[in-house]
């Protein structure tokens, strides 16, 4: 019977033993999954800051393209101002040819006419209004610059 009692008392020691390194186990396992629970709440609060991040990139890039579509409307805009300018410079350019030219030929055809003559003769005559029997105002110069 003793021996029967200390085989009792030496399995006893190793259940104790066990329970021991199970209770000691089952601690560390909790304190590794608090240190899960605290790791993961980390990684939510970071996926809802990155998140947050991505938010404002997007909003940034919608205004950035807002922007971006308003001076391509202006640039635009510019062009057609330009191109207008260039269509009127041009129009302008041939106006002053065209008139350049006639005014070179008025001058070519009133320098056939003596003028000067003309307002002399028209200042010795009696009816100083009348010339060749048609009026002409005698107070009106009848020079042109040549």
Not at 72 to 86: C, G, I, K, R, Y
Not at 115 to 136: K, N, T
Request: with cysteine; glycine share 6%; proline share 2%.
């Amino acid at each position: 019977m003793r021996s029967l009692a200390q085989r009792a008392s030496s399995a006893a020691k190793e259940i104790k033993t066990l329970i021991e390194a199970s209770v000691t186990t089952v601690t560390t396992g909790e304190s590794q999954a608090e240190q899960v629970r605290r790791t993961m709440a980390e990684i939510q609060q970071g996926a809802g800051k990155v998140a947050d991040v991505v938010d404002e990139i997007s909003a940034a890039s919608t205004e950035q393209s807002r922007g971006i579509a308003q001076v391509n409307q202006a640039v635009s805009h510019m062009d057609e101002v330009t191109q207008q300018n260039a269509a009127l410079v041009e129009e302008l350019s041939a106006a002053s040819q065209s008139m350049t030219q006639q005014m070179q030929a008025l001058r070519e055809a009133v320098s056939a006419f003596n003028l000067g003559q003309m307002q002399a003769d028209a200042r010795r005559q009696p009816s100083a209004g009348m010339h060749g029997g048609r009026h002409c105002a005698p107070d009106v110069p009848m020079r042109l610059a040549a």
